[in-house]
């Protein structure tokens, strides 16, 4: 657990260097006088001041935040309460497909498709909810939590088929939670981008990753493997410790559902939070940089011709010696 949260721990370092750095700059510009120090020294604490305060002072969205501003924003937690819920819970399922298919009858061969099957939906799911949720954005100014909340009902849906199965019904929810997975980690990225900006965005995308392990390990070792046992010793008699029926896992995948609804809610908070954000033009920003740098480029173009200059034939004058 130590070793997930070491990311964090570095950017708050790097920010407190950053900020002594500046501290010691200010004070050695200031050390020629005893007036200058005093004035030096009431110039740092309001600094330092300023510093603590800028931090919970935050720009508007879009705009490019510090370290820390992202990290102690509330879009930032909202953002990863989700991430942690969502992606808790379809990894949670997707570690443990091989023994619901097992508990449920299904064949080796049938388990190593559904595998396959999820990964190819994991994969299309990134692809369809970046490319409807930036045309649904562009035409109908849709947020892009909104589009978050849709895929993860779209993951209680799968939760559900593996909780009350009936026949194949293992292969839908493996379409369906594939699927969800995928769209919610792109969304979940995207929007990462589009709020803090683009100057720290590797950092607060490490930190929003945070909430994946984190969140299936709470889901998948702490809940469902407690609910498993009990299943087990309910329902089983068998000294491996396994469970054969539907019922193995109903208690764990309805306990999934019920977070993911959770999780559905927090998104619509965050829906409510940025709804003015993606009704403006979120793209104006880049678009003006874009053309400053095309008018820098028309101000110094590599294509001009340079004149023609003559060539100039030097004859040598060739001096001969003799003895």
Same mark, same amino acid.
């Given at each position: ?70 990290? &102690?924003?509330?879009?930032? +937690? $909202?953002?990863?309460?989700?991430? /942690?819920?969502?992606? =808790?819970?379809?990894?949670? #399922? %997707? ?85 969800? &997975?995928?769209?919610?980690? +792109? $969304?979940?990225?995207?929007?990462? /981008?589009?709020?803090? =900006?683009?100057?720290?965005? #590797? %950092? ?120």
């Amino acid at each position: 657990m130590g070793l997930l949260i070491l990311p964090l721990f570095i950017a708050i370092r790097e920010e407190m260097v950053h900020w002594n750095l500046n501290k010691m700059t200010k004070f050695e510009k200031c050390q020629t006088s005893a007036s200058i120090i005093s004035y030096s020294s009431s110039t740092l604490q309001h600094s330092r001041n300023s510093y603590l305060s800028n931090i919970f002072n935050k720009p508007e969205r879009g705009d490019d935040y510090t370290i820390l501003q992202g990290i &102690f924003s509330i879009d930032m +937690l $909202l953002i990863c309460l989700a991430m /942690s819920i969502g992606t =808790g819970s379809s990894l949670t #399922a %997707m570690d443990n497909l091989g023994q619901i298919g097992e508990s449920q009858g299904y064949s080796t061969e049938s388990v190593n498709a559904m595998v396959s099957i999820i990964s190819i939906f994991n994969f299309l799911g990134r692809i369809f909810s970046g490319f409807v949720s930036e045309i649904l954005l562009e035409k109908y100014k849709f947020p892009r939590p909104l589009m978050l909340t849709l895929t993860l009902l779209v993951s209680c849906i799968g939760f559900l088929l593996v909780a009350f199965p009936f026949h194949n019904s293992l292969y839908i929810a493996s379409i369906l939670i594939g699927f969800a &997975f995928g769209s919610q980690v +792109l $969304l979940d990225i995207t929007m990462i /981008s589009e709020f803090f =900006g683009l100057e720290h965005y #590797a %950092m607060f995308y490490n930190v929003a990753q945070l909430a994946c392990p984190i969140g299936t390990y709470v889901l998948k070792v702490l809940v469902a493997g407690k609910l498993y046992d009990e299943e087990v010793k309910t329902w089983s008699d068998s000294p491996e410790y396994i469970c054969h029926g539907e019922q193995c896992y109903r208690n764990s995948f309805t306990f999934l559902t019920e977070m993911s609804l959770l999780g559905a809610a927090i998104s619509l908070i965050l829906v409510k939070r940025t709804r003015e954000f993606y009704r403006q033009d979120i793209y104006k920003k880049f678009r003006e940089d874009m053309d400053s740098l095309k008018e820098e480029v028309e101000l110094y173009p590599h294509d001009v011709r340079q004149p023609e200059v003559e060539s100039v034939h030097v004859h040598k004058e060739v001096t001969i010696f003799k003895k």
